[in-house]
């Protein structure tokens, strides 16, 4: 699909980090790397992934943007298809649903 979105359920009941990966049809994998502080929202945590996939993906290929507060949605703008997958999690409570849309 060329359109993601990672659900954020549950606020931050420790520091830690998530690890997502994007892979491009065809092309390499680009890691994404979110930190997050102990006591982030559900809200909190879901800006703290929209502003690390901003970071980390090309602006002219990919929109990044927030939904609902608790979402962000990932779109390939053009070009080949992408898959998005959560590689690990040290968070305690906060939980990541990645899916097509």
Sequence with gaps: SNKWR?????GAN????ARFEVT???E???PV???IKEGRSENGVAADVKNAFK???DAKKY???GDDGEDVLVKRKSGPDISIKLVES??????FDVERE
């Design 33 to 35: 790397t979110v930190t």
């Design 55 to 57: 970071a980390a993906l």
């Design 6 to 10: 990672i659900e954020v359920k549950e």
């Design 63 to 65: 929109k990044v943007e």
């Design 14 to 17: 420790n520091d830690g980090v």
């Design 24 to 26: 491009p049809k065809g």
């Design 90 to 95: 040290t968070l305690r409570g906060t939980h």
């Design 28 to 30: 390499a994998m680009i």
